[in-house]
């Protein structure tokens, strides 16, 4: 079974000094059937910071934290190294939340339109649907980043034809809903990339599934998830709220290797 | 039939205005992107509740509002009636005002709805019904409490003569349910989102009367999962209870829009790691949705194994295809409402719409059915209101209060307010209406 190292990092240089800097974070993965901690994941925050950590009611880890002294730089850390099994989760008890649309994945006129055009055949499987769905969503989106937002909707992004795997996701989502059945938004990492990916979670018979509708492929092994929810509102890795008149520069890398 | 005398209070009229003035009894209204801040008219003939409807409005209410706690608890855990079928999971999961972030967390005591502003009208029969239940951030209490405080200094002779319930306890009322739900004995606070709220007048008052702090945003911070005050000392002191006055969405800008400047980021991990009590509850939008209004005598025998008391207005779902067909074809005479909108807005007349527009109207059922509810016209009463010097009728409702904390309480009196507009349905005071003190006479 494949072996992932990863190191996600995070640097934020403010221009001025700011302070009631409060964060909350989901960078911790997921242990499941799925993946499993060789080592204890590690995380660091800096500057140091009062912080709990705790799950969420989609069953991430989440870390929340305070800084009051003034800053002018904040920085996340979280690196371990995960076994990969085959992506598949064991859920008897689907929450069904999932099978509604959600404020990012809701479809309006456009998508039930190619919705209504798709004819996915009931009786084919749930996987070969998923498939028939992605492959949809790879002739409607082309991959182009800095066109769309974080608050970007699936609707929104079908009508630019472009997007990013976030667009991808929810698009994919919409479609398999729609279609009855449940799919959440997943995040973390894969190998190779330098940033975070978000791919698509289905429900099958108790299980979860993955398929990265970016890549339009099935997820066998070699994700690695920190976090899910009904849409990216639902779940993003950071995010934070400080006072104080600054310019703020990002800087975020994913190292992932066998 | 008592004999109630009002009419010094319509010749001191003039001077209980001024003292409304005087004290800044406003409500704040943005119009064409323009926040405008004026007087909220306050018409003196008192609104009269006979001790005997009150006894059954106030029987209905407690039953009616505990069964709403009952459902906001079964929602956010086992949800046992969708199980049951009582009400289709579709109604829960598409509300606007479903949180899924509040599945599993359980309020400090178990209440959601601390203050539930419960809406009534009175038929011509006399018959009261509910039209809607505000259980978020219900306003307007302040109103007829300070309307009493004033007349009664104003008129005294008018309260000797005249045997009725005092309803300037309101205050009392809330500070009783806010210190039961108190978490760790802490500070009291209302939040408010500050001066350009519309109901601003009302948060400043509130604190006043109840003596609990009114608290800025940014007065308050999170750490360790718990809420803290820093106002202006250095020293922070753990708050236990948070009267908020912002909604869901703009509460917490780390699990709700980001982009809020009004909330206090990380408030909700310390709800739900119980650390303080947030009044009303995050997520009560499930139970008073419009849609989910149709199924509350249902809960109320679900949940309680007893009859509802009050009425719900007849009211139609076009999600039910028996109901859809009721709807489309009787358009002309019921009014439609849009689940989604509140304070008088998406409220639709069929008697006021011409055929294109009753084909448009039609056509919207059909494309969203769950986003629409239909409702008989209820024929409410008049009541009269001086219009200068002549007496003229207004239709009116009633704003009931209930509070829940050890006891679910009811508020002797509420806040009556009616259209300004002689043609109009509508008596929401964003749509500009006035407001009447509400008298609930005792036993003679």
């Not at chain 1, 992506?87 to 456009?110: C, F, M, Q």
């Not at chain 2, 807005?345 to 527009?357: H, Q, T, W």
């Not at chain 2, 629409?372 to 704003?399: C, H, N, P, T, Y």
Request: proline share 4%; aromatic share 12%.
């Amino acid at each position: 079974m494949p072996q992932l190292k990863y190191c996600y990092k995070t640097g934020v240089t403010f221009t001025e000094k700011v302070y009631i800097h409060h964060f909350l974070l989901r960078i911790l993965p997921f242990e499941n059937e799925a993946q499993r901690a060789v080592e204890k994941s590690r995380y660091e925050i800096l500057p140091k910071a009062k912080v709990c950590v705790g799950f969420d009611a989609f069953g991430n880890k989440i870390i929340t934290g305070y800084i009051d002294e003034k800053h002018d730089f904040f920085e996340f850390l979280s690196e371990g190294t995960m076994e990969t099994y085959e992506y598949k989760i064991r859920d008897p008890h689907l929450n069904r939340l999932y099978l509604y649309p959600s404020k990012l994945t809701k479809p309006a006129v456009r998508i039930r339109e190619i919705h209504d055009r798709l004819h996915v055949l009931p009786e084919i499987s749930t996987a070969d649907k998923v498939a028939a769905i992605s492959q949809a969503v790879a002739s409607l989106l082309r991959y182009e980043p800095g066109v769309t937002g974080i608050d970007t909707t699936a609707e929104e992004a079908l009508s630019l034809g472009c997007g990013v795997c976030q667009d991808f996701s929810h698009l994919m989502i919409s479609f398999c809903r729609l279609n009855g059945i449940p799919a959440r938004y997943a995040a973390g990492f894969i190998e190779g990339e330098g940033f975070s990916h978000a791919w698509v979670e289905y429900y099958s018979d108790g299980w979860w599934y993955a398929f990265d509708p970016t890549h339009n492929r099935p997820v066998e092994t070699a994700y690695i998830k920190i976090a899910q929810g009904r849409d990216y509102a639902d779940c993003p890795l950071d995010k934070g709220v400080f006072r104080g008149l600054a310019q703020q520069q990002l800087d975020v890398s994913v190292k992932t290797e066998q | 039939m008592e004999v109630v005398m009002y009419e010094l209070l319509i010749k001191q009229r003039d001077t209980v205005n001024k003292w409304m003035d005087r004290f800044g009894v406003r409500f704040g209204i943005y119009k064409n992107g323009v926040f405008n801040e004026q007087l909220f008219p306050f018409d003196p003939i008192p609104r009269i509740i006979t001790n005997e409807d009150w006894v059954e409005i106030e029987t209905g209410l407690k039953q009616r509002v505990l069964a709403l706690n009952k459902f906001l608890y079964d929602i956010y855990h086992e949800k046992k009636i969708v199980k049951d079928g009582v009400i289709p999971e579709e109604f829960i999961y598409s509300s606007s005002g479903y949180l899924p972030q509040c599945e599993g967390v359980t309020p400090s005591k178990n209440i959601y709805s601390h203050i539930s502003g419960i809406d009534l009208v009175q038929n011509k029969d006399g018959t009261w019904y509910v039209l809607e239940d505000n259980l978020r951030i219900p306003s307007g209490a302040s109103y007829p409490m300070i309307a009493r405080s004033i007349t009664r200094k104003v008129s005294p002779e008018t309260f000797k003569t005249n045997i009725l319930y005092d309803n300037r306890n309101y205050s009392a009322l809330l500070r009783k349910t806010m210190d039961y739900v108190n978490v760790d004995n802490g500070l009291e606070v209302i939040l408010t989102p500050g001066r350009y709220n519309s109901a601003y007048f009302e948060h400043s008052y509130l604190a006043e009367k109840a003596g609990v702090l009114l608290a800025y945003a940014d007065d308050l911070i999170v750490e360790d999962d718990k809420v803290y005050y820093k106002g202006l000392y250095d020293k922070k002191e753990r708050v236990g209870v948070i009267y908020r006055r912002i909604s869901d969405d703009f509460l917490d800008p780390l699990v709700f829009e980001s982009g809020s400047l009004l909330g206090v980021p990380n408030l909700f991990r310390a709800y739900s790691e119980g650390n303080v009590a947030i009044v009303n509850a995050f997520g009560n939008g499930v139970a008073d949705d419009k849609g989910i209004y149709y199924f509350v005598p249902k809960m109320v025998e679900y949940y309680l194994g007893e009859k509802a008391i009050l009425k719900n207005a007849p009211t139609y779902l076009p999600y039910f295809e028996e109901d859809q067909t009721f709807v489309l074809e009787n358009l002309s005479r019921l009014v439609i409402k849009d689940v989604a909108e509140a304070g008088g807005y998406g409220v639709m007349f069929g008697r006021d719409m011409d055929d294109i527009r009753l084909a448009e109207v039609r056509k919207l059922v059909e494309i969203e059915p769950r986003r629409w509810i239909a409702q008989e016209v209820i024929d409410f009463i008049d009541l009269e209101i001086m219009d200068g010097e002549k007496k003229v009728l207004r239709k009116s409702d009633l704003r009931a209060f209930v509070l829940s904390g050890e006891d679910t309480m009811v508020w002797p009196s509420g806040l009556t307010r009616y259209t300004r507009n002689p043609h109009s349905f509508i008596v929401n005071s964003s749509q500009g209406g006035g407001f009447k003190d509400t008298w609930v006479m005792k036993k003679q």
